[in-house]
């Protein structure tokens, strides 16, 4: 009895944890930047496959759901990812699960070239330049790290950056004690001010 008592316990507190992790990531590197001209900015994952899998999916209602809804006619949605295989971009196929999948009919653009996160932002860049808020959707810790980079890159945009609804409590909740994990490995290139910094970039 014990013994199941405990294992329950570490059970909730890995995902606590977890969870704790993925909200901490969501608001780091962003603040409360105004104005009427929204980007939202979703980065793609490896898909091999003729059409968006899973995550990709995921990524895609979690941009769409990101838009703010009274700025959602002054709002364009960057899809962002190159093609990892013969299959098509990334990009290409979040924008059509977007479109004739979830029926998304506003303004929608595509970076189909990048093939690394680094590239996803510089790549993406020039499509930045005249908005007034940036929100990078992804899983909070790679969404992070986008941020991180376009810190690097360009730290004047980087002070448009505003929170994505790329976390919500209790989603993804079995997984998110291993996503935390891999965030950790991931983001180990980040230096100590890009993982903690708050609304202050």
């Not at 608001?27 to 990709?56: C, D, K, M, W």
């Not at 290409?92 to 004739?100: F, I, R, V």
């Not at 790679?142 to 991180?148: I, P």
């Not at 929170?163 to 004690?177: F, S, V």
Request: charged share 25%; aromatic share 8%; with cysteine.
């Amino acid at each position: 009895m014990r013994r199941r008592t405990g294992l329950a316990m570490a059970g909730v507190a890995a995902l606590a944890w977890g969870e704790w992790w993925n909200w901490r990531w969501s608001r780091t590197l962003v603040g409360t930047s105004g104005g009427a001209a929204e980007a939202v900015v979703v980065l793609g994952y490896r898909n091999p496959q003729a059409t968006a899998n899973f995550i990709n999916r995921w990524r895609v209602r979690a941009g769409i759901r990101s838009i703010t809804p009274d700025s959602a006619r002054a709002t364009r949605v960057i899809f962002s990812g190159g093609a990892t295989s013969s299959a098509a971009a990334e990009a290409q196929l979040m924008a059509e699960h977007a479109t004739s999948v979830l029926g998304f009919d506003g303004t929608v653009l595509l970076e189909d070239q990048s093939r690394t996160t680094w590239e996803n932002i510089t790549n993406v860049i020039p499509l930045l330049e005249d908005v007034d808020r940036i929100k990078i959707v992804s899983q909070p810790a790679h969404a992070l790290k986008a941020r991180a980079y376009l810190r690097r890159q360009r730290p004047d945009l980087a002070k448009r950056l505003v929170r994505a609804d790329d976390y919500r409590p209790g989603e993804w909740l079995i997984g998110k004690p291993l996503l935390a994990l891999y965030g950790l490995w991931t983001l180990r290139c980040l230096q100590a001010d890009e993982r903690k910094a708050k609304a202050s970039l």
